[in-house]
C-alpha cells in the first residue's frame, strides 16, 4: 500500500517551454502533497506544499509563478515549470502524506522526475 | 524554520562493523524524524522513523536514538552488509498540527568497504 507515482520519470524540454510533472497517489487519498527539488549530490529541499482545493504554500526563495501547482484531486497533484532554463535542471520528486492516524506525519515519495532544460 | 545538520558526509566503514550518523535540529517543536535511504537516481526510502514521545527505536541491524534535551538525534546500523552502501539523509517535521514538508540534512555517503 501507500503507492506514489509520478510521470513523467524524466523529460528533456528546450529553454523557455513549460514542463508538467504529475504526481498521483495510486491507492490513497492525499488531502497534501509535497514537492521538493534534488540538486545532483545535493540534498532534497521542500519548494512547496500543495493542499487539495486550495493554493498551495511555496517555501522562502521558491517563484510561485514559475512553479505552478494545481492540486485538482485527492489523488492527484501537478507542478509546472514555466519558462524552463538549465538552472532548472534537476530531480523533481513528490511525496504525499495519507494522514494515517497510526502513521502521522509519515510521507511516501514518488520516484522522481529528472528534468534536463536545454 | 526548522534547520537540520547531519555528520558525517562521507563514512567509510568495514563490512560487519557499525555504523553511526548523527543529525541536530534547531526547532525544539519538531516531533517527527525520519530516516531515508537513497540509491543513485531513485526515490528516498524510509528506513526508520522516531516520535519526539520516544528516545530510542529498533529495527533488526538499524536504531535510532533520540535526545530531545540536546536536539540530536543517531541511526546506528550494525553488522553492515554491501547493500547498506548508500546514501542517507535524517529530517524532521515541527508540525503544528497540519501536514509539514521535511527539513532534510545534506546526506551522509555510507560506503561499505568489502
Known amino acids: 500500500g501507500a503507492v506514489v507515482s509520478q510521470h513523467p520519470s524524466w523529460v528533456i524540454c528546450k529553454s523557455g517551454t513549460s514542463v508538467k510533472i504529475e504526481c498521483r497517489s495510486l491507492d490513497f487519498q492525499a488531502t497534501t502533497m509535497f514537492w521538493y527539488r534534488q540538486f545532483p549530490k545535493q540534498s532534497l529541499m521542500l519548494m512547496a506544499t500543495?493542499?487539495?482545493?486550495?493554493?498551495?504554500?511555496?517555501e522562502q526563495g521558491v517563484e510561485k509563478d514559475k512553479f505552478l501547482i494545481n492540486h485538482a484531486s485527492l489523488t492527484l497533484s501537478t507542478l509546472t515549470v514555466t519558462s524552463a532554463h538549465p538552472e532548472d535542471s534537476s530531480f523533481y520528486i513528490c511525496?504525499?502524506?495519507?494522514?494515517?492516524?497510526?502513521?502521522?506525519?509519515?510521507?511516501?515519495f514518488g520516484p522522481g522526475t529528472r528534468l534536463t532544460v536545454t | 524554520g526548522e534547520n537540520v545538520e547531519q555528520h558525517p558526509s562521507t563514512l567509510s566503514v568495514q563490512e560487519g562493523d557499525s555504523a553511526v550518523i548523527k543529525c541536530t535540529y534547531s526547532?525544539?517543536?519538531?516531533?517527527?524524524f525520519p530516516w531515508y535511504k537513497q540509491e543513485l537516481g531513485k526515490r528516498p526510502q524510509l528506513i526508520i522513523d522516531?516520535?519526539?514521545?520516544?528516545g530510542e527505536k529498533k529495527d533488526q541491524r538499524i536504531a535510532v536514538t533520540l535526545n530531545k534535551t540536546a536536539k540530536h538525534f543517531s541511526l546506528h546500523i550494525t553488522e553492515t552488509q554491501p547493500e547498506d552502501s548508500a546514501v542517507y539523509f535524517c529530517a524532521a517535521i515541527e508540525s503544528g498540527g497540519g501536514a509539514d514538508g521535511l527539513t532534510f540534512g545534506k546526506g551522509t555517503h555510507l560506503i561499505i568497504q568489502p
Open positions: 511525496s504525499a502524506d495519507p494522514g494515517l492516524a497510526a502513521n502521522l506525519y509519515e510521507q511516501y
Open positions: 522516531i516520535r519526539s514521545n520516544v
Open positions: 526547532d525544539s517543536a519538531s516531533n517527527y
Open positions: 500543495s493542499n487539495e482545493g486550495s493554493k498551495a504554500t511555496y
